[in-house]
Each structure stands twice: as structure tokens, then as C-alpha cells.
């Protein structure tokens, strides 16, 4: 299951790198899909400078997307009360299968199940003394810090990408059905208003560029944890990525041909990718959540009894709301 939330994570990855190459520099899809192999260069560049070096680049290039869709969102000025309206949780999310189809889409995007076992790894790569108990608490500190910045970077992302939609487009949602139409949209007066700017479309067409150069590296990443970990295979870190790629591109290119390449069954895509996520979700948390609460495992740094209630409630909901969007999607 999480090898296959890897190749998810990999596919959305994938796929926004070749629309975006499509967007900047009119890429055909199939072309801009076959030279996401080279992202490994990327990856093997990175890895030249060090796990935590590639920790500050990730981190910095998240920084940086949600620079750019906050700059988007201030502009757009979006009307606050109708967005503390919107976080509050409904049960039409139970009768609407399109709410919620986009609702679990985002929080694959956000929690992604992988994520889970690459910051473990990252806590284990810090270096501390495991027999010194301070050092030991000092290093779960940090690593709870950076999960915790890392998940909040990314629910501030994609909370400002859907507020910029509904502010700007909604009124044109007929129109603006794609990653082009939006593109297209951020330099059309007659969509957009005084906020129609050229350089907002680049900078939109750059975010999703870089969104899908990270999902490569962290899907590469936390797929060779899990390999080691699971499988017990140990591959040098450029033979899992091309392997992966390699998986995740024949049904890509299988699809594609079938649907001669449309941009918005590729889309399509991205949001079942997440849904997939989103799926996978469960059988990571609880396993998570009942390991980190084991006495015998974790000693002093057992969960509290609240952290653990709320874990379960949590992992419940999710997984409440995976099964009631497969029984309305097999209704």
C-alpha cells in the first residue's frame, strides 16, 4: 500500500512537471512527460549537498510557492468572512460526491502517507546519542518541529491555491476548467479584472513546476526508506528513482494514448493520485498511532492518553470518509 502511495505521489509529480513545462514554454505533454526523467539529475544534485541541506532546499522551495500564491491571494483580496466560513466542516460533504471528491484530494496533497516514514528517517539521520536522554528529547523536539512546519507549509499552500480560485474564478468556473484556463486567466482583464497580469500566469505556471520537482525527490526519497525498511532491498537512491519513474510512466503513457494526451484527463489524474493518497492514509496512521502509544516501545516517549484519542478519532474520520467516497462512487 505505501509502495503504491509512493507511485501516487510520483504520478502527481510526474504529471504537474509536464503540464507545467507545457504552460512555460508550450511543451507538448508527451514530451514534457518523457523528460521528467531527468528530475533524477535533480535528485542526485541534491543528494551531493546532504540530507539536511536538502531538507532547507525543499523547505525553501515550499517557502517560495507559497510566496507566490500568497502575492496571487493578496491581490485577488478575498473576502475573509466566506473563508473562516469554508473551514468549518459540513455534512453536505456526505450527500455531495464532488465536495467530497476535491475535500479528500486535498488532504492526500496535504498528509501525505509517505511523509510519514521520511521524517522518521530524517529524526534518525540527526546526529545525537542515543543512550542521553536529553539528546534524545532534543532531537524528537526538532523532528516535531519540522513535520509540523512542513504540514503547515503545505495546508497554507493549498489553502491559498483554493481561495485564489474561488476568488478569482469562480464566477468563471465554466471556463476555467484546467490548469491552461487558469494560466490563460490570470492575464485576462475580462476574467480577473485590474489583477490580469502576464507575470502572475509565470509565476503560477513556476509554482506548479516546483510543486512537481518536490513530490519527485520526497516520493524518491521516502520510497528507498520504505523499501529498506519493509523489503529489506537496498538500491543506490538514482536506480529506486528511475525505477519508480519507470513504473509510474506506463500507465501514464498507456492513459495518455488513449486519451490522445488531454490535458484534462491528465488533471483528472493528479486529483485521483491524491485521492489514492488520501486512501492510503489509514493504513499509515494507525499503525503509527499504536506503535508510538506501546509503552514497551517507547518508554518515557510513550503518546499521552489525549494525543492518542484524538489520533484515533482523527484516523476514524479519514477513514470514514475513504469508505463513504467508495461506496458513493460504486452507487
Same mark, same amino acid.
Given at each position: ?27 507538448? $505533454? ?41 502575492? #496571487? ?25 464532488? +465536495? ?13 502517507? *509517505?511523509?510519514? =516514514? ?9 546526529? =545525537?546519542?542515543? *543512550? ?17 512546519? *512542513? ?35 490570470? +492575464? ?6 485590474? $489583477? ?31 523499501? #529498506?525498511? =519493509? ?7 538514482? @536506480? ?33 493520485? @491524491? ?19 506501546? +509503552? ?27 469508505? @463513504? ?7
Amino acid at each position: 500500500m505505501n509502495e503504491l502511495a509512493m507511485m501516487a505521489t510520483d504520478l502527481t509529480g510526474v504529471v504537474g512537471t509536464a503540464i507545467a513545462l507545457r504552460l512555460l514554454f508550450g511543451l507538448p $505533454l508527451l514530451y514534457g512527460i518523457l523528460l521528467t526523467i531527468f528530475d533524477v539529475l535533480i535528485v542526485l544534485l541534491f543528494l551531493r549537498f546532504g540530507i539536511r541541506r536538502i531538507e532547507f532546499i525543499v523547505l525553501s522551495a515550499i517557502l517560495v510557492v507559497g510566496v507566490i500564491f500568497g502575492i #496571487e491571494v493578496f491581490r485577488a483580496h478575498p473576502p475573509i468572512a466566506a473563508i473562516l466560513n469554508g473551514v468549518v466542516p459540513t455534512a453536505d460533504i456526505f450527500q455531495n460526491h464532488q +465536495k467530497l471528491v476535491l475535500s479528500l484530494g486535498i488532504m492526500g496533497a496535504t498528509i501525505m502517507p *509517505h511523509n510519514i =516514514y521520511l521524517h522518521s528517517s530524517l529524526a534518525q539521520s540527526r546526529r =545525537y546519542d542515543y *543512550h542521553d536522554p536529553a539528546q534524545v528529547k532534543e532531537a524528537l523536539r526538532f523532528a516535531n518541529w519540522d513535520s509540523n512546519v *512542513h504540514l503547515v507549509a503545505a495546508l497554507f499552500i493549498n489553502a491559498l491555491l483554493l481561495i485564489l480560485g474561488g476568488t478569482l474564478f469562480f464566477h468563471a468556473s465554466g471556463q476555467l476548467a484546467s490548469f491552461q484556463n487558469v494560466f490563460d486567466g490570470l +492575464k485576462n482583464s475580462n476574467v480577473v479584472g485590474s $489583477l490580469a497580469n502576464p507575470v502572475m500566469s509565470l509565476l503560477f505556471a513556476f509554482a506548479l513546476l516546483i510543486t512537481g520537482l518536490i513530490s519527485s525527490i520526497t516520493s524518491t526519497l521516502s520510497g528507498q526508506i520504505v523499501m #529498506e525498511g =519493509y523489503l529489506n532491498i537496498r538500491l543506490p537512491l538514482w @536506480q529506486r528513482r528511475l525505477l519508480t519513474w519507470f513504473v509510474t510512466l506506463i500507465p501514464i503513457l498507456i492513459i495518455g494514448f488513449m486519451v490522445g494526451f488531454n490535458e484534462q484527463d491528465f488533471e483528472d489524474m493528479i486529483v485521483y493520485a @491524491q485521492i489514492a493518497l488520501s486512501i492510503a492514509l489509514p493504513f499509515t496512521l494507525f499503525p503509527m498511532i499504536f506503535l508510538t502509544s506501546s +509503552k514497551k516501545l517507547m518508554g518515557e516517549h510513550v503518546n499521552s492518553k489525549l494525543v492518542l484519542v484524538v489520533g484515533l478519532i482523527l484516523s476514524s474520520v479519514i477513514t470514514i470518509l475513504n469508505l @463513504q467516497l467508495i461506496v458513493s462512487t460504486l452507487t
